[in-house]
């Protein structure tokens, strides 16, 4: 590439340093100085420098081929038998996985080594993602930064590994950096301001997040769940509810929660929050540990579930409309067909899925009363179709539904108008889907979901999913 | 070997039902239920049975030599050229990486998963090294064992990165269970009993110790400091002083250290608690962030030094005088033998070195003030040469000398009589050694040594190793 | 009063009951429960009922007036002499002492045992001061009711001793219920919103605040200091200057402070937060502990001033204007009421005092630089004039300005438009004042003012208080 | 007295000055620093100079005899009536109340401000009761020591009430300086060693003490509990059962508590240890807390009961057995007589009563089987009797039976050899006592106790008390 700024170079420089004391005698405090340089120069680079250091590292630091051809030539001869030949065949497969190690496993080892060195190395693969997804159109390059990505997630997975993480809850006696971080990092249902904040850290709410030993100030994963007694069906009562204290309650007692009134609890946001953990499983982890917290504060608790939403369903919908639209496949009964023309008013069924498509990138509809009853038994059949039919490599296609399916939830409820929010309505048209957790069934629905990839759903998500491909097959 | 008890063959099925379950589908979930009943069958075995399971674990969970071997059959061909030929054979290593790593890799992976795991895996590490060396006789075994190891050893030293290690300061004031186990650990200059432990954690003391977040109860590594204002040449003031508050001082007044007496940091002990980190370097660190806190607290102070044990050098002297009664080389000058005759109430030379030994065995010598002062000349002389000329691959024969002189430290004093206890005596004829840390030349000393493996060390320590060379020569 | 509501009642019957246990020999616990019930309907109470029940309290609960004149009627003669005597007169005394205590000093008492029973006492006693001052008018029951607020003042000065107040940091680390409540209480420059609060914690600021172990989450007193390197004369700097690192910062170094540019310590806004603690100093304690913590930690600090307002010189300069348009005084020279008519656009002297009334309502003339100019020399004068030569019994009129010179500061510059808020213009034209402390003369100064009620002033501000007094002279 | 030494003249001076500045405008700093300057010297006196430097304070600080008459003098006359009469009458009770105070009240008052004040004061308590013990015969000391002693206890329990208390959990994994306090407060079982207080603070057992906020690090009031299944009716189990865990449980399970078995708390040692509080009551706010904290972790407990010493006993039998001999009264059947004259080995009744004092100033009777078997019954009896009957102005004699009952405990069970320790033996020939806890009842039982002074014990308790009456009635 074009000639490298002089930070750059800097940052090759000193990790060319540091590779070169790898194997002299050189203290490892002093490896250590290099590699600070090199996370220093590296942190000062802009996107697309960090792209060319990132490429010099997996080409330059990738495994010594010769080396590796080499040792395959010394292989020892499999025609003296036994124990001695055996343990020399040990010792040569020694050899050869410390050959074929790219040097970066070393590096990232170095750097680990660090105070924040983990924490650098996460943000370190958030750029290799990025950059292995602008690069991919270059073959070699691609295969190099795969090779590298795969060698730094599998030490990553070491390190996030559970016995390293802390659940922690949050309240509004947290400190407040976590508390605006947790803030910050709501990407399902944006906090509005402090008020809307402290509500949901407040009564009849947890919010738990996990923390690495090595970054304790950074939510690796934010889970907000409600408390209640019924499987919340729509998003209004948990944003909004506040519960205040009836008139005949005393000032003096602190507002409290009434334990009989919660048996239920709701997960409706899990957000992780490091891209460059991709691929690293904790969010099931941190379900499973936040319901044991959960049961063990309230032993009569017996209802658990997901409120999530669908991100891509009407993007999914709107490329089915446009078949629809081309004749390609049915997707309303004739009856549901004329009421719509009816409530758009348009004479022709080919501009119902045009109107149709216009309007859900807006989010006026929800308004018109009769518009949204008409579409709500079509949409909710689609959507059941979607999440319940719909696969990708034989899973879920909807990546919220793989991961509870994965942890072994049941495909419980879908919610009409469950989130009226801007967001909800363009992404989902405002449907939210419930995922229960029946605890005793979690292993084994996991297991078959994992194994033979079914999906386990209720009879009424199953029966809508039906009703689609009825109509569609027509 | 003979038929496994029912707890082996518990924690053998378990730990095949878990490999088994590798590649299928399953959960994570499931597999940590697996591992966690492995974990506890393999606590409850006895010695042997451990020793069993382990050779079960590195034989049967080992590399797929088949599976390298048809790898390696199927190399690309480089026949080709270019990118595309370049990202095949990345592919083509990817695979051979991860056949050629041992099926225990991720057994232990997956441990470490656990809570508690990591310090089962550093237990077990323990285990295997007592296995390795009681089964180093059969060569295959002992290769199988050392490459488990080696692979444990990699996976240890990410964990045990300094990021995850916390320095604390040990005080009257810390919780109970963390002062008996700094009591329990300390092996240099046991302590007697709790007034002890307190005073070694009290006024001109500090103690500090390393813990891992994973198991933040058990200290790694425990250092024990004096703070004095003078390189000390024996432990007696060390371990007896208690700088009473003279009468004109206030009984109000809460007793505390009088800064301007202080400016030396002496270091006389420091211990590795856990045997399974074998081979992972954690003292040294924590010597360095000591050195930062104490300047921190101290900005005055100067001097850094131990004051350090010879673990070995009695037993390096009286084979030295077996050989010098064999006449095989002459270790006293004719006036010390002369004098060592007359104190020990001999006429030959020869007995002189048979009685040496035996007084040697006992502590009552130091006692006889006129041998004392006899036999000060030539075994100061005698342990400079132990320690300065006595090599181990080039290194420093003596463990502890080889530690310090890693970190930089420079051979400083060696001091007669510094450590009378019994085992002081019966070690090192009560002979201690300071090894000086002279921050500025820490790094540039640690490479010197590291790379030319010459030892830094001061006049009076390079003097007496030249005498004792001179006399040896003769 | 009208009939009580039944909450005043059942308060009533619990405070009755409570009290008629105080010597039978009821078990403390039983009084407890009664005290208890106490409390719960009291906190039930409106405004106009709480007052009803503290003068309840006070008329009711008071000293036993009969047995006060008993007891004096039972007074030993003093005809015989000695010893005997003697004790009997100390244990008369003993028993009148026991006598004249108001039966409600053990009622306090006892309500301070409970949990959050001093915080009870102290919200009360807020209501009683008020209660007092709607009841100034009646000469018995204000004399009741002081009576009783002189006694529960007594009482909690004794449990907001200094020995259990805690000095603790605020920072954007410290709990969110903490900050929030930083921010509300802040009353002389009011929090715009979480940014502006995140500032005042952070770089180059210190907030500190004193809270009681009784109730740790709530701030006593609040004090915000600014670290620079010179003695500020205005708000804009302090509440605004963010000191973003220059470009050439790593960004992977965390913002920091540069201690080479602090050497002043600027006190901007100390605030008590019980009103019920009124009359019992902290105040001076905190700022005393925090200059303490500051010398700790920034040793070469040597610069300590307030920026302080001056909340009533607006109302004090409006009776003056009123004054001298009568022709009372002159507080204007005759170049600058020429000026003044020239800029107001009016040609009599004495509709440039109305118009001057008139102008200090609003805050626009603060834009009219010419105006300004003229204005700020005679305002400044007069400022000082207020300052220092107005007094309420001996002592400096203006509060705060009696604060610190209590506290043994030095009145030290007065400031033009150092607070351009609306607030800040509307009280005082904008105007601040330094005052600052000499660490080493506090104590005398202190002692100077409090008893010969100097005040300590700078010749600059002495200079402008003559002048002003000059030309009201004439 | 003698002329007092130069410390007791620096302090008078230091409280001298103090107190001559106390009406002056002198800053309350400056006044802190003269009574850190009187803490200082008084800290620094013998035990004599501190009685004389109390008499001093009680002396020469106390009330002011003139003002008070003079204001007596002055009382408003009657004559007129109305809301203006009573005002003027509660202005002259208030000066009155302030005339009556002593001066060391506002001493007391001062020094309370002081870092480490309030337990300044705690200890000049424990002195001032000490000198009030030597100087009893003095009339007029003792009467002006007692004063100054209510004055300082009346402040003290301000101070110490609950509100500021702590409850605090002792275990193994607290800090070290509380364990060593715990285990030196602990007079009623002294602690052996390390591995007894471990034992104490480990495995069905629960400590727990109370600590003020102003000193932190002081134990205040020290409660042992063992948790079993049953009413322990010996000290034997508590001090040495080990619940070793069996051999099939795991090595890797932390040793823990199986909740099953647990349904009883023992209070066996309960501790004030500051004298300075004497008459403040703590204990049994402690064990009010403690009861709370142990239903919340046993929901399933029911039995709550102390294993109490009596610590007299011995010496009160002794009395008994003196008059016994006299004749004066029987408190022996004869058939128990003739029993104890053959064990005893001696002829005659009288001689028996001298046997048996001398036999309890010993622990070796304990040995012998049937001497002890026929003690059993008599001493039983007599112990009964001892704790029911005999009372000290109303209330029971026994001061640890007076603490319970007036807790509202029951007197449950007398124990035979409860206690085989030396100690037990020479105090209550090894008999301790359950008093036993019913909860629901201990409100009105110690109302009960408290009123009327009626013991409620069990009906076992009150048939060995009727049989010894019976026996020593004849």
Known sequence: PSSPSGLVQAARE??????????????????????????????QLGTEERSDFLIHMATVFSTNHMAVEQLIQQKPQVDID?????????????????????????????????????????????????????KSSDIFLAAALKTM?????????????????????????????????????????????????????????????????????EPLVVLHIFLTSEISCSMAKILKTSRTPSLDESSMKKDCEDPSLINTAIFYSITSTQKGLKGIE????????????????????????????????????????????????????????????????????????????????????????????????????????YLYNEKLRGYALDSVANFHLKNGAMMWRINWLADRSPRGLA????????????????ESQSRTYLESSRIIASDTVVSLARAAAEVMKV
């Open 14 to 43: 000193a990790i060319n340093k540091a590779v070169s004391k790898r194997d002299s005698k050189t203290s490892v405090l002093a490896i250590d100085e290099d590699m600070r340089d090199v996370c220093y120069y590296y942190s």
């Open 82 to 134: 036994g124990n001695k030949m055996e343990a020399q065949r040990l010792r040569w497969e020694d050899r050869l996985r410390q050959a074929i190690q790219p040097t970066y496993h070393w590096i990232f080892s170095q750097i680990s080594r660090l105070s924040g060195g983990v924490k650098f190395l996460v943000d370190m693969r958030q750029d290799l993602l990025t950059t292995l997804y602008t």
């Open 149 to 217: 990505d795969s060698t730094l997630r599998e030490l990553l997975s070491l390190w996030f590994t559970v016995g390293l993480l802390n659940v922690q809850r949050i309240t509004w006696e947290s400190p407040c950096n976590m508390l605006q971080k947790v803030s910050e990092y709501e990407a399902v249902h944006p906090v509005r301001n402090w008020t809307d904040l402290k509500r949901r850290v407040g009564l009849y709410r947890r919010c738990f997040i996990f923390t690495h030993s090595c970054m304790p100030n």
């Open 282 to 385: 904790l969010g099931n982890y941190l379900i499973k540990r936040v319901v044991h917290e959960l049961r063990a504060e309230f032993p009569h608790m017996t209802q658990f579930s997901s409120l999530s939403p669908i991100p891509l369903f009407v993007k999914w919908l709107s490329a089915l409309l446009i078949r629809a639209e081309r004749g390609e496949l049915s997707i309303f009964t004739s009856d549901e067909l004329s009421d719509l023309r009816e409530h758009l008013g348009t004479e022709s069924d080919s501009s119902v899925y045009e109107r149709l498509r216009k309007l859900f990138t807006t989010n006026g509809w929800v308004e018109e009363e009769e518009l949204v009853n008409t579409l709500q038994m079509p949409l909710m059949r689609l959507c059941a179709h």
């Open 427 to 442: 992404n989902s048209c405002g449907i939210m889907v419930n995922y229960r957790y029946f605890l005793e069934d979690c």
